[in-house]
């Protein structure tokens, strides 16, 4: 199977965020990674569907994209209205404190997704 190099790329790029999570990091840094990495799965999606992704750091108008080109994310241990919070603002103003409960979610959700990114990339046969 030949993969849309874009795609690739952002998929192993997702992977450094995904590691970082492995780290006692800051709960802005933890939350950062966290959104990174989900924001890298989507586009990696979209950009083996062939499409162009916008650069924004909104999970939601990419969940929107996807859903125009016929995919629905799954249901995830976190939403992505928790997650939007940390993908800009809480570099730059105070974030919550994360506990091991919010991190621990906050990891399952990027495995989940990125289980079912790689099996709709998959099954799209590029």
Same mark, same amino acid.
């Given at each position: 199977?030949?993969? !849309? =190099? #874009? @795609? +690739? /790329? &952002? &998929? %192993?790029?997702?992977v450094d !965020? %995904?590691?970082s /999570?492995?780290?006692?990091l800051p709960s802005a840094i933890f939350g950062f990674h966290t959104s990174q990495a989900v924001e890298k799965l /989507?586009? @990696? /999606?979209i950009a083996a569907k062939g499409e162009v992704f916008p650069f924004t750091h909104k999970l939601s108008t990419l969940e929107d994209q996807l859903r125009n &080109?016929? +995919?629905s994310v799954p249901p995830l241990p976190c939403g992505f209205t928790e997650l #939007? =919070?940390?993908a800009v603002l809480t570099r730059y103003d105070e @974030? @919550? +404190?994360l506990d091991n409960a919010d991190r621990k979610r906050f990891i399952e959700t990027v495995d989940v997704l990125r289980a079912w990114v790689e099996e709709r990339i998959g099954a799209l046969g590029v």
């Open positions: 199977m030949t993969i !849309d =190099p #874009q @795609a +690739e /790329l &952002l &998929l %192993r790029k997702s !965020d %995904r590691v /999570l492995n780290f006692p /989507l586009k @990696a /999606l &080109l016929g +995919e #939007q =919070p940390h @974030a @919550a +404190e």
